[in-house]
């Protein structure tokens, strides 16, 4: 994402968007993984993220 000028915090802040549009499936009965989860992800995803943009814009 970042390699291509995307922020990655707009992925957190889009499945906090989605969350609010509800579904309420339980997480063990949806293959995708839920909003709460996808968002901790991808927080947790950023500062990786960051550095691979990091690395391959300057080397």
Do not use: C, H, Q
């Not at 915090?9 to 293959?31: C, D, H, N, Y």
Request: hydrophobic share 40%; proline share 5%.
């Amino acid at each position: 994402m970042t390699i291509a000028d995307y922020a990655p915090e707009e992925a957190v802040a889009f499945w906090e968007r989605m969350s609010t549009l509800g579904g309420g499936t339980l997480e063990f009965l949806s293959a995708p993984a839920s909003d709460k989860r996808r968002v901790a992800n991808s927080k947790g995803w950023i500062p990786e993220a960051r550095a691979v943009a990091t690395t391959k814009l300057n080397g």
